[in-house]
């Protein structure tokens, strides 16, 4: 009997390893981006995605996300029960996300001119024309905030009604950027190098990179805590779908990445007003529709005073500056995220959406 | 420590018993020797660090070290379940020294030093990618077979003609509406038109009804 039980034991540990094992070296995989939607517009490798409303939609205001040039989207859509785009959806949100997709190396080229004045001014014609409505909500995360304040800023006339901006860098001042402020100063970091040897910047560098900046956490905390789950028998779906996402990077375009280096992290253009797009200004000062920035306590990403600035520079009157407990991912997901992101946002978009 | 396989009265037992319960005790006994080999390291290894502490000049190695090792075992000690598997142990080493080993690393990779070093990695490391991209494009060429290169120029192409469509349908659109708006204008004429004809049709009626009045 002691045998049987001790027999049982060993075959169940032995499982557990041989799970941990195989994540280890295989990758986690895991279902995500579950909500029904349709491709609405596609444009070279971008995507436009309408999500099918699950409920009646209770808004005439819709909402197009707009994500970053690295990482996937689907951490919106994380899994059922935990993404962002199911809460808003079935609030009764009409909800838009603007896929940027995976740059091939024939799209080195492309800058922030071209998915700021090209692209982006097209999904917002395309979503328009879908959901036929007159004014429309823009919602960028990090990276896709950058952009989102940028369209609001280069086209005022557009019917943008609120945008609404998570953990989104809007001054790069060495000083308040962290660890970025020494790895990105123009004395150690050329991005021309870079963009000369890869064309596009490989997202394992680019992710390696954002690694590095927490390596004990990054590259040992996350195992620790999976060996943890396997261990103890918990459920693993969350972990899977987290690390399935943080180890998805995609290429950055080439031309973008040296942009993004040069002109925001070494020069700060945005900021000091200096920022040109097609020779087309980027003041901040011609924003005025409703604005919500929210950042996190514990972002190292985008840091606290990166994103405050913001609200210095536009001149909407309806401006909250938000900041929740969190950290640059854990403020999209997670119970901590539906507690206070996800809360947050409904109550503020609710009355702004009628 | 003396393993029970060793035991002769426990294999003869092991022989006497039917195939599969024969397999089930043996691979039991395995996993048994297997949990006694990993406490035997554990017990040696948590012994060793005090004496290889003692033992060494201090000043050789970083004193965190030590004090996070110590740390580490004292709690491990302390455990009372004695079933230690190695995840457990790494936990515990995580959960006690963590927190400082990142501060160490955090505190590492701000520094100039840190920064240079990794500047100068990646300036090979880019130098040598750049080179070796190059020597196979001209190695592929030379085969005469299709490069990453040649494929990119051929999705550039597709690229610029999507991008050339969208701007037929942009004009589309925007004809579309001009052409719109010249029907509304046209048709606002025919109804001018049509309504001046009415009004002097009525002017006429008006006419043939006083006419009739006066005669």
């Known amino acids: 009997m002691a045998d049987e039980q001790s027999t049982a034991e060993m075959q169940d540990t032995l499982k557990k390893y041989q799970l941990g094992t195989q994540l280890l070296l295989e990758g986690a995989k895991a279902q995500t981006g579950q909500s029904p939607k349709e491709i609405i517009w596609t444009k070279n490798k971008a995507r436009l995605y309408h999500y099918l409303p699950t409920c009646e939609q209770r808004f005439p205001v819709p909402i197009l996300m707009v994500y970053a040039l690295i990482n996937r989207p689907y951490i919106l859509d994380l899994m059922p029960g935990n993404s962002l785009v199911e809460h808003l959806v079935s609030l009764g949100f009409d909800v838009y996300l603007l896929d940027w997709g995976t740059p091939g190396d024939e799209d080195a080229y492309l800058s922030f001119e071209h998915y700021i004045l090209d692209y982006l001014p097209r999904a917002v014609k395309w979503m328009l024309r879908r959901s036929q409505a007159k004014e429309f909500t823009l919602l960028g995360y990090c990276m896709g905030g950058t952009m989102s304040a940028i369209y609001a800023a280069i086209f005022p006339d557009t019917p943008l009604r609120n945008l609404v901006l998570l953990t989104t860098a809007i001054n790069f001042i060495p000083e308040e950027m962290g660890i970025y402020g020494i790895w990105t100063s123009a004395e150690f970091l050329n991005p021309d190098q870079f963009v000369d040897a890869f064309g596009n910047v490989p997202g394992e560098i680019i992710d390696l990179a954002n690694r590095m900046t927490r390596p004990v956490a990054n590259c040992l905390g996350t195992y620790i805590t999976m060996w943890n789950l396997i261990m103890y028998g918990r459920p693993m779906e969350t972990w899977l779908a987290m690390n399935k996402w943080v180890n998805d990077s995609v290429s950055f375009p080439g031309e973008a990445f040296r942009q993004w280096i040069r002109d925001f992290y070494q020069q700060n253009k945005l900021a000091r007003g200096e920022l040109r797009l097609r020779g087309q200004l980027v003041n901040l000062e011609r924003i005025t529709c409703s604005v919500l920035s929210i950042a996190g306590k514990k972002d190292h990403i985008c840091t606290l005073p990166q994103a405050s600035a913001l609200m210095n520079y536009i001149s909407s009157q309806d401006k909250e500056f938000l900041v929740l407990n969190a950290g640059h991912v854990g403020l999209l997901t997670g119970s901590g995220a539906k507690k206070e992101l996800w809360s947050k946002l409904g109550s503020w978009l609710e009355p702004r959406s009628r | ?215």
């Open chain 2, 1 to 215: 420590m003396r393993f029970s396989g060793e035991n002769p009265a426990f294999i003869k037992e092991i022989q006497e018993m039917p195939g599969e319960t024969q397999a089930q005790a043996t691979s039991a006994e395995s996993w048994k020797h297997w949990q006694e080999a990993w406490k035997a390291f554990y017990e040696t290894v948590s012994k060793m660090w005090p004496q290889a502490r003692a033992g060494m000049d201090m000043q050789e190695l970083p004193a965190p070290w030590f004090e996070m090792m110590e740390e580490v075992r004292v709690k491990m000690q302390m455990e009372e379940n004695t079933n230690i598997d190695p995840v457990t142990v790494l936990k515990h080493w995580y959960d006690t020294s963590g927190e400082k080993w990142s501060k160490a690393f955090g505190d590492a990779i701000v520094t100039k030093q840190f920064v240079e070093a990794m500047s100068s990695v990646l300036e090979s490391y880019t130098s040598f990618s750049k080179m070796f991209r190059r020597a196979c494009e001209v190695y592929f060429s030379n085969l005469q077979l299709p490069t990453r290169s040649d494929i990119a120029r051929l999705a550039g192409l597709v690229v610029n003609l999507e991008e050339k469509v969208d701007r037929i349908e942009d004009s589309l659109e925007s004809l579309g509406n001009d052409s719109a708006q010249v029907s509304t204008g046209a048709s606002l004429q025919r109804l001018e038109a049509r309504l001046g004809q009415v009004e002097s049709k009525l002017e006429r009626v008006l006419a043939a009804l006083e006419k009739m009045e006066k005669g």
